[in-house]
């Protein structure tokens, strides 16, 4: 099944922790996944970050570490060259933190849980910047001196920031009637708001796709369903229209 993109078409993509499973990066749910062998909380919460935050350092390092060995796969190489034709007609939405897709040479992309590779002072007002190392004790900011460094993550019970959700829905908003394609890649559909972007979509006109290894529980929410690896898949999903109907789902 391909999916065709004609000359007007828009292409908004929301990737989860799949697309990036066959660069090694482990998922969060499922078999070997993040979230299997520790409770979410314990990591990815601030109460769990007040409680024990050496613990959730230790768990981030790994994590950061781990990054250092890998590197995009094809998956993320097919997005960013679609979006290399598409130009502002494209948008990435990722729930990923690896920034594994900015490294395939994705551009128009809004990170929407953050970015693993960035810290911030859980006090003061600075800005996330770049970090990449590992820590076992807990970093203080050398900004404000007094507050306590965390991965530049969003966990859960924290909002997403305004900005980013602003800039998907203007992009929904803007894309034209009837040729615009919402298209989901490797995310179990679990974690609002992004599980919701397919049924906002829906309402809002656009075709649905979903690319997944398995159906996900919220299958039913998509017209078409390509099963398979996002690596192997991606690469051969799309085609070209110059002309015709903007898309001929089959
Ligand atoms: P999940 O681990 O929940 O889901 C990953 C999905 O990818 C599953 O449906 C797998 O079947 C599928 N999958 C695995 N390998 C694949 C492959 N090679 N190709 C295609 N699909 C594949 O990850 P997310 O949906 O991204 O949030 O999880 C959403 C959020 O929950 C994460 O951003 C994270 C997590 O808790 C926070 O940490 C705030």
């Known amino acids: ?37 520790r409770p979410v909380e314990q990591v990815a919460s601030p109460q769990g970050f007040d409680r024990d935050p050496e613990t959730v350092w230790r768990f981030y390092s790994a ?24 130009g502002d007609r494209f948008l990435l939405v990722t729930q990923n933190v690896d920034g594994l897709h ?14 693993i590779l960035e810290s911030r002072c859980d006090s003061c007002h600075r800005l996330p910047f770049f970090d990449d190392a590992s820590y076992d ?17 969003v966990w859960f019970g924290e909002m997403l920031d305004p900005a980013h959700l602003h800039r998907v829905e203007t992009f929904i908003n803007e894309a034209p009637a009837g040729d615009w394609v919402f298209l989901a890649v490797g995310t179990s559909g679990a974690v609002y708001p ?20 398995d159906p996900p529980d919220n299958r039913a929410a ?29």
Not at 225 to 241: A, C, D, T
């Open 137 to 153: 004790t807990v970093p203080r900011c050398d900004e404000c001196g007094r507050g306590r460094l965390r991965p530049a993550v």
């Open 1 to 37: 099944m391909r999916l065709t993109l004609g000359p007007g078409t828009h292409l908004l993509v929301l990737t989860g922790a799949g697309v990036s499973a066959e660069s090694g990066v482990p998922t969060f749910r499922g078999g070997g996944g993040l979230w299997e062998s």
């Open 63 to 86: 994590r950061r570490e781990k990054l250092a060995s890998v590197g995009p796969n094809p998956g993320h190489v097919a997005l960013a060259e679609v979006e290399k034709r598409l």
């Open 102 to 115: 900015r490294q395939a040479g994705s551009e128009r992309i809004v990170e929407l849980h953050g970015n």
């Open 194 to 213: 992004a599980a919701g972007l397919v049924l906002q979509s829906r309402s809002a006109g656009g075709a649905t796709w979903l690319v997944n290894v």
């Open 222 to 250: 998509f017209e078409h369903f390509v099963q398979g690896p996002s690596g192997e898949i991606l690469p051969r999903l799309f085609e070209w229209s110059r002309s015709g109907p903007p898309l001929t789902p089959s």
